[in-house]
């Protein structure tokens, strides 16, 4: 991620190609240690990169879907069979129970509409189709709210690209501050829940002392 936020991002995307960015949304959909992989700011960028005629975005957002559900899905099966133990598994950089945790309190307050308001919650996006494979989720109301948070998301991203592309000449000069206002905006809701479970966390400590 460091090299896609400081290096080309022009040489990034047309490294990645459709295939990477298949891989990258599939991963971050659902795999748990894609939750650092950068997707909003990647979708939208590749549907910049397709206003200007690099990508088909019929195809781009036809990819993108099947990823985004799939991905959601490998989740789903993987906390499904998994279940508990992993809250048994020991914090790295890849796996953290504070994001399952979260996930699971997100999952907890908004049910089966969790899937779909994920979507848009980098982190979050990652652990709630696993956290609803934990808990057991109909699969048939979970691949509901997968394909409709695909349709806003996985589709709707690289169009809003699309469209801001086609609308505004030489788009290229401004990549580097609409991808970083892209990241800044897609990490503001989980800033109130981040803030408020450290404090939680703070008063632990402090009780304990």
Do not use: C
Request: proline share 5%; net charge positive; aromatic share 18%.
């Amino acid at each position: 991620m460091e090299y896609y936020l400081s290096g080309d991002i022009n040489a990034f995307i047309h490294a990645a190609g459709y295939a990477g960015i298949f891989a990258i949304i599939f991963a971050e959909s659902g795999l748990f240690f894609g939750f650092f992989l950068p997707g909003d700011s990647l979708l939208f960028t590749a549907g910049i990169f397709a206003s200007q005629g690099f990508f088909s975005i019929t195809l781009l957002i036809i990819l993108t879907f099947f990823a985004a559900i799939l991905g959601d899905s490998v989740g789903y099966w993987f906390g499904f069979l998994t279940g508990p133990k992993l809250f048994r598994k020991k914090n790295s950089f890849f796996f953290h129970k504070d994001h399952v945790a979260r996930a699971k309190n997100f999952y907890a307050r908004h049910g089966g509409k969790a899937i779909l308001l994920a979507r848009f919650l980098p982190i979050v996006r990652t652990f709630a189709p696993i956290v609803a494979g934990i808990g057991g989720m109909n699969y048939r109301a979970f691949l509901f709210f997968n394909v409709l948070g695909a349709v806003l998301w996985a589709m709707g991203v690289p169009l809003a690209g699309f469209l801001l592309g086609q609308s505004i000449p030489h788009i290229d000069k401004y990549l580097l501050p609409i991808i970083l206002g892209i990241i800044v905006l897609s990490l503001l809701p989980s800033v109130p829940p981040f803030l408020k479970a450290r404090k939680k966390r703070r008063g632990k400590i402090s009780y304990k002392t």
